[in-house]
Structures are given as C-alpha cells and as structure tokens.
C-alpha cells in the first residue's frame, strides 16, 4: 500500500500558517519525475503532496483536496483518465494533465473529462509553474501564495471585443455573454489574437504567447489548440467563425 509523502512545510512558505499554503498534489508513477517537480515547486513557495498511483492519490484527493493536482495520463492501477473521472464525481478541484508528445487523442479526451490544461513530456518546469500560477488565479485570485500577500493580477487589461470578452485577471471567456471553458493555453492564443483584430499572427507568434521561450512545440500543436477553441465557441454558437485560417500564414481574429 503506498503511503502518502507531503514535501514542504510552513517555514518553507514564509512562515504562513499550514492553511495559508497552497497544496500542489502530484501523481505520477516515475520517481524521478515526482522528486524533480516537487523540488521546483518547493522553490516557488508550494506545499507538494507526492503520490505514485492513481489508487492511492484517489482517496487522499477526496479525503483532503490539495489546491491543484498534476496527473500522469499513463499510470498502472488506475490512470490519470479514470482518476480524473472519479475525482469530478466529487470535485472541482483543478488538474493539469501530463501527457505523452505525440498523444492528442489523450488529450481531447482529458479535456473533455473535465481537465484545466495539459503539458506534454518532456516539459519545462518553468512552463509548468506558470499554468499553475495561471489556474490557480482564475479559481480563486485571492488565495496567499507563499510569502506574496496575493497572486499578482496579470498588467493586460479586459479585451472586449464585439461579442467577446476576455478577463485576463481570471482567465474568464464570455461569447454573447455565455461563458466558454478555455485552457490557460487556449487562453493565451486566443488572448494574442483577438488583442489585434485582423492582423494575421503566424504559428511562431501564437506559440511565443503561448509558451515560454526554452518550450519547443510544433505547427501541429498550435492547430490542435485552435481546433479545439473553434469547438467550444460552435457549442454556445454554432455560427462562430470568428477565428480564420490563412494558410501557409497563421491566424487572425475577426468578429464582424
């Protein structure tokens, strides 16, 4: 039976009361992974809950629910997918997916499950940390982070655009005013074109919006996050095409 192992404690954080911190629960079931993570989110301010199973990381989520959990897509005894599943039976709690480079059908199928964003492997620490900051704004922007008195609220201000609006504060969506779900990176593509109306921003933009610079990711992850934006705007308006495609060149966001 694997035990649970909490890394990080209140003097780690600045002194703030256990209450304070914020739980980062992680579950993968490669060590080496699960050791190298927790280290850079220790750094950050973060109380890391380590988990090697998705069995085991099951009933602790449930029992006590961290702030945010990491999930491993490829786990023996119970995979991020089912553990994913069983934990929104219950639960809000936000997730980021760790998936394989090459596996989209992974991740469609995370995302539509339920899950806030996933990196794929071999990731940046960098690139991770930020999503969590990112998600952990949108859910409750007045959470305590370490020894900040609060997450900082991000400098670019609200995009109203015709029949979108965007919070970057919060990373909120509305299109004729019904709200649409966007990951963190979906978030940010779409945030770097609707900034410019009618100026076509190529891949390489859109993936430096995107992604931080040590991050690489190809055309076809860029196409794949458009692809799904395109989907969840048609499903509060089956008329969207807001986002067009000029091949051979990028994209561009035009609402008129």
Known sequence: MEIETKHGSD?????????????????????NILTTVSIALQAEGFVTRLYSDGETAL???LE???????????MPKMDGMELLRRVREHSPLPVIFLTSKDDEADEEAGLELGADDYIAKP???????????AILRRAEPDRRLGNETALPEPANPSI????????PARHHVTWNGKPVSLTVTEFLILEALAARPGVIKSRNQLMDAAYPDDVFVDDRT????IKRMRRKFRAVDPE???????YGAGYSFTDG
Not at 64 to 74: E, M, Q, T
Not at 123 to 133: G, V, W
Not at 160 to 167: E, F, N, Q
Not at 222 to 225: A, E, M, P, T
């Open 11 to 31: 003097e780690m954080s600045g002194g703030s009361s256990r209450n304070e911190a914020i739980e980062i629960a992680l579950v993968d079931d490669d060590r």
């Open 59 to 61: 009933k602790a989520l």
């Open 64 to 74: 006590n629910p961290p702030d945010l959990a990491v999930f491993d897509i490829k």
């Open 123 to 133: 990731f940046s620490l960098r690139l991770l940390t930020a999503r969590i900051r």
């Open 160 to 167: 109203d655009r015709g029949r979108l609006y965007m919070d």
């Open 222 to 225: 860029v196409d794949s996050h």
């Open 240 to 246: 969207f095409g807001a986002i067009d495609t000029l």
